[in-house]
């Protein structure tokens, strides 16, 4: 029976388990250089049989990883091999190999004629224990393609692949960066995709989760300013509950976990109850805020230094651990975050201490993200400024003389 042209050109997919088996390739060029670290990964028992060979191919042959026969194709070279992969620059040599794999039922893939091979050998490529192998019916380009879309997918995360087995156990701390999706880490991306629960903060790159398969249980951590509250007791007692009944859990924080973030007492926590925690950093609105907003936090001859403090106590609280006094008279930069409401009291506070009323302040509301927004105003202004323009958080304070260099957009 004559299959059909559309049979002709569908091969069944197969991974050959060739540890130990015989295979033959026959040349020693440019293909068989190709193929052949394959071939040794699959701890094949290689017989190669070609007068000449490519350096690379003869390193391999000096390593030991196959046994070289220096002599071209004879008849009988292919007794008792599982495939073979023919490959000499000699058309006659070629066919006449190929003939003897049809007689004697051995797999063959050639390099110079496709459609006389029994075998075609598919793109592939390798991410995380996952073979990609992509066949097209001969076009090896569009293979190659899908091939590298598909491994560079898995690499970072855009593929959703979850394991279900030889998972590790335990909760990833991922550190989700400022808010823009694509602001977070390759491996923060991976891990998500690879979550059956992801406890999510409210600030961070929400949108990924909108991305994340039904079945994958998404709890709200979110902490509004003075609005709904899920107490770091409670989300403790989550992230243990969920990573001991075995599901791959994603803590998603907003910016860095360690920046004001309560990562470390969440690592605690974990610690405590024995399980293993992975910590996944990330950009923090700190840094990138401003400089979505075009402020950069040093500036050679402006500044030489930057400082990061929360604002989510008022100067003069006795809970405060910050030297406000001390923060006046230093010359840098003061990135100020948890600020918006008590602008006033530490613009104050930083004046009646030796900082000029004038030193130029920027406010980012809702950086890196869609609303992203920026209201320039001085120490003198900043609170009148914020009021009026409504400013809201999440928002980064920027105190200092960076805030003026740099072109003018954005502003
Ligand atoms: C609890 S802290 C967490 C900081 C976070 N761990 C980090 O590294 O960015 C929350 C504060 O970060 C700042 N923030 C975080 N994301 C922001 C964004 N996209 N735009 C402006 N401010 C942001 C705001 O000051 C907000 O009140």
Redesign the pocket.
């Known amino acids: 029976m004559n299959p059909s042209a559309a049979a002709d050109r569908t091969a069944y997919p197969v991974g050959l388990r060739l540890a130990g088996r015989r295979v033959v390739v026959l040349g020693a060029g440019q293909v068989a250089q190709r193929r052949l670290p394959g071939l040794i990964a699959a701890g094949a028992d290689i017989v190669l049989v070609s007068p000449s060979a490519t350096p690379s191919v003869e390193a391999m042959a000096e390593a030991g990883e196959l046994r070289w026969e220096r002599r071209p194709y004879r008849p009988g070279d292919l007794d008792g091999a599982w495939y073979a992969l023919i490959a000499t620059d000699d058309a006659e040599a070629n066919e006449a190999a190929s003939a003897e794999a049809e007689q004697r039922r051995v797999w063959c893939v050639r390099s110079d004629d496709a459609q006389a091979a029994t075998a075609w050998t598919p793109a592939t490529g390798r991410s995380e224990g996952v073979t990609v192998a992509v066949l097209t019916g001969g076009d090896p380009r569009r293979s190659a393609a899908v091939r590298d879309a598909v491994v560079e997918g898995l690499r970072n995360g855009t593929l959703a692949a979850p394991r279900h087995r030889d998972r590790a156990p335990g909760v990833a701390l991922v550190?989700g960066g400022?808010?823009d999706p694509d602001l977070i880490t390759v491996r923060g991306r991976r891990l998500l995709a690879e979550a059956d629960v992801v406890i999510a903060d409210r600030?961070g790159p929400r949108d990924l989760l909108d991305e994340l398969p039904p079945h994958v249980e998404v709890i709200d951590a979110a902490k509004i300013p003075y609005g709904r509250y899920m107490a770091q007791e409670a989300i403790n007692a989550a992230l243990i509950e969920h990573a001991r009944a075995g599901k791959a859990v994603v803590r998603l924080?907003?910016?860095?976990?360690f920046?004001?973030?309560r990562g470390m007492e969440e690592v605690e926590a974990l610690a405590g109850a024995g399980i293993p925690c992975t910590v996944v950093p990330?950009i923090?609105?700190?840094i990138s805020?401003p400089g979505a907003a075009g402020i950069p936090v040093t500036h050679r001859g402006v500044a030489h230094e930057f400082t990061v403090v929360s604002g989510h106590v008022a100067p003069g609280d006795p809970r405060s651990l910050v030297d406000w006094p001390a923060l006046a008279r230093l010359r840098g930069t003061l990135v100020l975050?948890?600020?918006v409401e008590r602008i006033g009291a530490i613009a104050d506070v930083l004046v009646e201490n030796g900082r000029d009323p004038l030193t130029p302040v920027a406010v980012?509301?809702?950086?890196?993200?869609a609303a992203q927004r920026r209201v320039d105003a001085t120490l003198a202004t900043a609170a009148e400024v914020v009021a009026a323009e409504g400013i809201r958080?999440?928002?980064?304070i920027v105190v200092g003389d960076v805030v003026a260099v740099g072109p003018a957009q954005g502003r």
């Open positions: 550190g400022p808010g600030l924080k907003g910016g860095d976990p920046v004001f973030g990330g923090s609105s700190s805020v975050l948890m600020a980012v509301q809702e950086g890196t993200t958080p999440p928002a980064v």
